[in-house]
T-cell receptor, first 111, second 110 residues
Framework: QKEVEQDPGPLSVPEGAIVSLNCTYS??????FMWYRQYSRKGPELLMY????GNKEDGRFTAQVDKSSKYISLFIRDSQPSDSATYLC???????????FGKGTKLTVNP | DTAVSQTPKYLVTQMGNDKSIKCEQN?????MYWYKQDSKKFLKIMFS???????INETVPNRFSPKSPDKAHLNLHINSLELGDSAVYFC?????????FGPGTRLTVL
């Protein structure tokens, strides 16, 4: 079983739609959960960062972690064409432990 | 003002050649990484250095050798390049649990 599973998509939605992106992970030792956004031919940039279970909101973006089911989600409200990118979930135990990435979901928001 | 920079941005070379990629961060972080992103966009860690000391080596072939002359720099040297080495290589630095990525080096081996 892979450490982090993420549906690669692609996902295509109309402008204004609510987008839901998801990952599952296998190791209950993971404590830190991140979402990175990667535009085409660019490096990943940190979008959201949460510790342990719960929700975190930042503008149109909400990150959700459910440690009991080892499930993490990213919701994008009122999606914009500028949100078109690949979204990668990442998990880590913390400290000097490595980040483990999902395969990324490619999102296209159509005007 | 670039936080994590890499050179070159593109690298095209023949099989069997040796090449290097350089990375520099001006964030003052102690920990730096090299990642490989394949054609399917899967991002996988290769190496991690903390204050010039190797702390993670993810079963990468010996042809890959990282070198950290100081904590702001982490270079990657690749010997005897193979077709399968074609990928985008990203450097990153870490503060607490947040990692900051460079723009990537797109390596194409012919």
């Amino acid at each position: 079983q892979k450490e982090v599973e993420q549906d690669p998509g692609p996902l295509s939605v109309p402008e204004g739609a609510i987008v839901s992106l998801n990952c599952t992970y296998s190791n209950s030792a993971f404590q830190y959960f991140m979402w990175y956004r990667q535009y085409s031919r660019k490096g990943p940039e940190l979008l959201m960062y949460t510790y342990s279970s719960g929700n975190k909101e930042d503008g149109r973006f909400t990150a959700q972690v459910d440690k009991s089911s080892k499930y993490i989600s990213l919701f994008i409200r009122d999606s914009q064409p500028s949100d078109s990118a690949t979204y990668l979930c990442a998990v880590t135990q913390g400290g000097s432990e490595k980040l483990v990435f999902g395969k990324g979901t490619k999102l296209t928001v159509n005007p | 003002d670039t936080a994590v920079s890499q050179t070159p941005k593109y690298l095209v070379t023949q099989m069997g050649n040796d090449k290097s990629i350089k990375c520099e961060q001006n964030l003052g972080h102690d920990t730096m990484y090299w990642y490989k992103q394949d054609s399917k966009k899967f991002l996988k860690i290769m190496f991690s250095y903390n204050n010039k000391e190797l702390i993670i080596n993810e079963t990468v072939p010996n042809r890959f050798s990282p070198k950290s002359p100081d904590k702001a720099h982490l270079n990657l040297h690749i010997n005897s390049l193979e077709l399968g080495d074609s990928a985008v290589y990203f450097c990153a630095s870490r503060q607490r649990n947040e990692q900051f990525f460079g723009p990537g080096t797109r390596l194409t081996v012919l």
